[in-house]
């Protein structure tokens, strides 16, 4: 039997991987949350991205799919895109 992910496993397995070699990155952990309307996905922001990181975090067996998106700032606020991006972590189901 297998069951979904925590939002505090993803955290924690997020944290580890990012502190440790892409710290660099510049990873908002704060802004770590479930994404809705999609089953086992969890999101979070980084500032820059890295294809090592992603090739690497989408190799670890806890992790079906990566893919991003840069964010758009709010109507008014600025002008054009911000640098920032949001990661979106599908994970397998793990089991119980």
């Known amino acids: 039997m297998k069951r979904?992910?925590?939002s505090i496993e993803s955290e924690s397995f997020l944290s580890s991987?990012?502190?440790e070699k892409?710290?660099?990155l510049g990873a908002k952990i704060e802004n770590h949350k479930k994404q809705r309307g999609a089953e086992?996905?969890?999101t979070l922001t980084v500032d820059r991205i890295s294809n090592s990181f992603l090739n690497e975090l989408s190799s670890d067996p806890k992790v079906?799919?990566?893919y991003y998106n840069p964010i758009h700032?709010?109507?008014g606020m600025r002008y054009g895109i911000n640098i920032r991006y949001r990661i979106y972590i599908k994970y397998n189901?793990?089991?119980i």
């Open 73 to 75: 700032s709010p109507p």
């Open 64 to 66: 079906m799919d990566v």
């Open 22 to 24: 892409y710290k660099f």
């Open 4 to 6: 979904s992910i925590t």
């Open 40 to 42: 086992d996905t969890y």
């Open 93 to 95: 189901k793990v089991p």
């Open 17 to 19: 991987f990012l502190e």
